[in-house]
């Protein structure tokens, strides 16, 4: 699975977008790119994933580059319990097994 | 419906004792997978397992095994504890057969190991 590279951490002000980069320049046309968060003493969540389309949900939007080397997680509206660790995976759907995490990006949202 | 269930949610252990953590995920998942996340790291994968088979394994020493048994919960075993042992170890478990992409793990809240 590509490398990620992600900022150690962010703040964001309550209310506002918080925006958070990854950077998977190694990226294969068949990989595609997944989100995951923790928050404090839980386990990791999935948010959301993509393979070159932007994506949204519920939760979050996905804004992936046209070269697919870069990505952006987009929470709308943070609130304080977005606060957490913010996870970006990238592998191939249907071959590897596993969940290979990075350090990720710790977001802290700011009343 | 409940969601992945890990005991116990603590434990402290001597160095050199062995220690069995348990798993039940979610009702009707047959995949478990085991992860070690060591404070300030993501979770490094240790197993996986899928219809009571092993189906995948990381990069951890022969002291640390797993099994599933026929109701899809999992243990896992880690003997001769280091002070290195120490860490959160989480349970996820999974609809989807290995291969089937990520979006259906769900993670339980761990067993936070601490040996001493």
């Known amino acids: 699975d590509a490398k990620t590279t992600q900022p150690p951490s962010m703040d964001c002000a309550e209310g506002r977008a918080a925006n958070l980069p990854c950077n998977h320049s190694t990226i294969s046309g068949n990989e595609y790119v997944y989100w995951y968060r923790q928050i404090h003493s839980q386990g990791p969540q999935y948010i959301i994933h993509g393979l070159k389309n932007n994506e949204t949900n519920e939760m979050a939007s996905l804004i992936i580059t046209e070269d697919r080397k870069s990505s952006t997680l987009i929470l709308p509206h943070a609130t304080l319990r977005d606060t957490a660790v913010y996870y970006c995976?990238?592998?191939?759907?249907?071959?590897?097994?596993?969940?290979?995490f990075g350090s990720g990006t710790q977001l802290t949202v700011l009343p | 419906d409940a969601g992945v269930t890990q005991s116990p949610t603590h434990l402290i252990k001597t160095r050199g004792q062995q220690v069995t953590l348990r798993c039940s995920p979610i009702?009707?998942?047959?995949?478990v997978s085991w992860y070690q996340q060591v404070l300030g790291q993501g979770p490094q994968f240790i197993f996986q397992y899928y219809e009571k088979e092993e189906r995948g394994r990381g990069n951890f020493p022969d002291r640390f095994s797993a099994r599933q048994f026929p109701n899809y919960s999992s243990e896992l075993n880690v003997n001769a504890l280091l002070l290195g042992d120490s860490a959160l170890y989480l349970c996820?478990?999974?609809?989807?057969?290995?291969?089937?992409?990520?979006?259906?793990?769900?993670f339980g809240s761990g067993t936070r190991l601490t040996v001493v």
């Open positions: 009702s009707g998942h047959k995949s």
């Open positions: 996820a478990s999974s609809s989807l057969s290995p291969g089937q992409g990520a979006t259906g793990y769900t």
């Open positions: 995976i990238v592998r191939v759907a249907g071959s590897a097994r596993q969940l290979t």
